[in-house]
């Protein structure tokens, strides 16, 4: 059965991050994607030059629409920028309670530009959080959802895949992705942790500067493995190993002058053959 995923999250008009990466990548792994929109931006791979909101009641409107006619086998929420959006989707997330709950918590742009405000941060670590089945935080995010400075070494890594485990409901079917990109050095270590197990993800960095959106395909891949895997690892291995192939292929693409997006397409388009 072809999976039904959603991904809830912002607009980037460029494509390389958003929903529009979002579906890319649920459809390249087997996945059928819908979407609710959940912010807008004024993006490109330089970066973000406006972001307006989406009304909360709109964004729950879109939600309880599709619910109520879509089997949803997993969410993957990225970009949701303010404190009441936020609080509506964990609000209907909680009522539709999706098997597969992919949590990006998405606060910074690639171009370093803020997606998330201040007083949405308190919102989403206490009330959407808790409800994820896996969150993929990096290392900034994860300092700034524990309060405290970003990790600089695989040791420090484990304490806080420990502690922000410790955030998340204790049933037992909870993992934590921490995402280890930010590390100085050429090794890109990320961590699978449940509370119990604490499984080592490597990679090593590849020279591109095309790495926009790197993240929200991240996330959309985890949302579109897991129904067809049903294993948390599993699906995280192969959703890192797409990652890594879209990235090693994005310079295949020509889009824009800044941060490209990776080759969401990669074993799809065969370059050599085109005209």
Not at 116 to 134: G, K, Y
Not at 170 to 176: E, K, P
Not at 225 to 231: A, K, W
């Amino acid at each position: 059965m072809i999976p039904n995923t959603l991904t809830i999250a912002g607009v980037d008009p460029s494509g390389g991050a958003g929903i529009l990466a979002d579906i890319k990548a649920m459809s390249a792994l087997g996945a059928y994607g819908t979407a609710v929109v959940a912010a807008l931006t004024a993006q490109n791979t330089l970066g973000v030059t406006d972001i307006a909101p989406v009304a909360p009641g709109f964004v729950a409107r879109q939600i309880d629409t599709l619910f109520s006619d879509v089997r949803i086998d997993a969410v993957k929420i990225g970009m949701l920028g303010q404190q009441p959006v936020t609080r509506v989707v964990a609000e209907r997330m909680a009522h539709w309670k999706p098997v597969h709950l992919v949590l990006d918590p998405v606060m910074i742009a690639k171009s370093g530009d803020a997606l998330l405000e201040r007083e949405a941060i308190d919102e989403l670590r206490e009330s959407l959080v808790p409800l994820a089945t896996l969150i993929t935080p990096n290392l900034p995010e994860a300092g700034v959802l524990l309060d405290s400075r970003p990790v600089e070494t695989l040791k420090e890594m484990r304490g806080v895949a420990e502690r922000l485990r410790r955030l998340l409901a204790d049933d037992g079917r909870r993992w934590v992705f921490l995402k280890g990109g930010h590390l100085p050095g050429n090794d890109t270590i990320d961590l699978l942790h449940d509370g119990d197990r604490m499984i080592e993800l490597p990679g090593t960095r590849i020279a591109t500067k095309n790495t926009h959106g790197t993240g929200c395909t991240l996330s959309a891949a985890l949302a579109a493995l897991l129904p067809q895997s049903g294993d948390v690892p599993e699906a995280a291995q192969r959703a890192k190993a797409y990652l890594v192939e879209a990235i090693a292929r994005s310079d295949q693409l020509e889009v824009g002058f800044g941060h490209g997006p990776v080759h969401h397409f990669h074993a799809w388009w065969n370059t050599a053959n085109r005209l």
